[in-house]
Antibody, heavy 118, light 111 residues
Framework: EVQLVESGGGLVQPGGSLRLSCSAPLFTFSDSWMSWVRQAPGKGLEWVTNIKPDGTENKYVDSVKGRFTVSRDNAKKSLFLQMDSLRVEDTAVYYC???????????WGQGTLVTVAS | QSVLTQPPSVSGAPGQRVTISCTGSSSNIGGPYDIHWYQQFPGTAPKLLIYSIKNRPSGVPDRFSGSKSGTSASLAITGLQTEDEADYYCLSFDNILGDFVFGTGTRVTVL
């Protein structure tokens, strides 16, 4: 069964904003670390951000610090990624993942494509 | 460029054993951090293949195994099968970057 479903990707101009959402209806979301991982076209995987189960802590890769914000709504079993000041190099498929807390991402969404271009 | 280096490609005939290295440093693989391996087929999401150096999630065949020595980790595939053709990535935490980091990725080709 599908554990994670992302939405919100699309085409946006450089400098624009986009908000990704991830729904996690089938497991105990409120007990889970959650992350976003991205993959630029034809490139490798890049860890982007994670957030603690209660939402009180998060970390970001340097390239998105100050521009991306991760958040969650445990009541709605949903994860979000607010992406501002988007750059061409942010173009990628963005995956929502459940992280066991140590980097073991055991559930992955299908991915949502974000394209930043003029 | 990632701090975890993998060979771009490895290949082998069906039934052979291949290994994929993931070379790091004392700030990541050589430290007290877990190492995980992911398998990705073209156009699909990655899948957790090995966690915490050597453990297989339920459903992963036992022909996949992981190990670590010093500042390097390895993924071995014994009895290589055509369905093992995929990209493989290692992941660990790096205490200088303060972030999780994926390896550069390895494409496995079955000859």
């Amino acid at each position: 069964e599908v554990q994670l479903v992302e939405s919100g990707g699309g085409l946006v101009q450089p400098g624009g904003s986009l908000r990704l959402s991830c729904s996690a209806p089938l497991f105990t979301f409120s007990d889970s670390w959650m992350s976003w991982v991205r993959q630029a076209p034809g490139k490798g995987l890049e860890w982007v951000t994670n957030i603690k189960p209660d939402g009180t802590e998060n970390k970001y890769v340097d390239s998105v610090k100050g521009r991306f914000t991760v958040s969650r709504d445990n009541a709605k079993k949903s994860l979000f990624l607010q992406m501002d000041s988007l750059r061409v190099e942010d173009t990628a498929v963005y995956y929502c993942t459940r992280d066991r807390g140590n980097g073991a991402h055991d559930y992955w969404g299908q991915g949502t494509l974000v394209t930043v271009a003029s | 460029q990632s701090v975890l280096t993998q060979p771009p490609s490895v290949s082998g005939a069906p039934g052979q054993r291949v290994t994929i290295s993931c070379t790091g440093s004392s700030s990541n693989i050589g430290g007290p951090y877990d190492i995980h391996w992911y398998q990705q087929f073209p156009g699909t999401a990655p899948k957790l293949l090995i966690y915490s150096i050597k453990n297989r999630p339920s459903g992963v065949p036992d022909r996949f195994s992981g190990s670590k020595s010093g500042t390097s980790a390895s993924l071995a595939i014994t009895g290589l099968q055509t369905e093992d053709e995929a990209d493989y990535y290692c992941l660990s935490f790096d205490n200088i970057l303060g972030d999780f980091v994926f390896g550069t990725g390895t494409r496995v080709t079955v000859l």
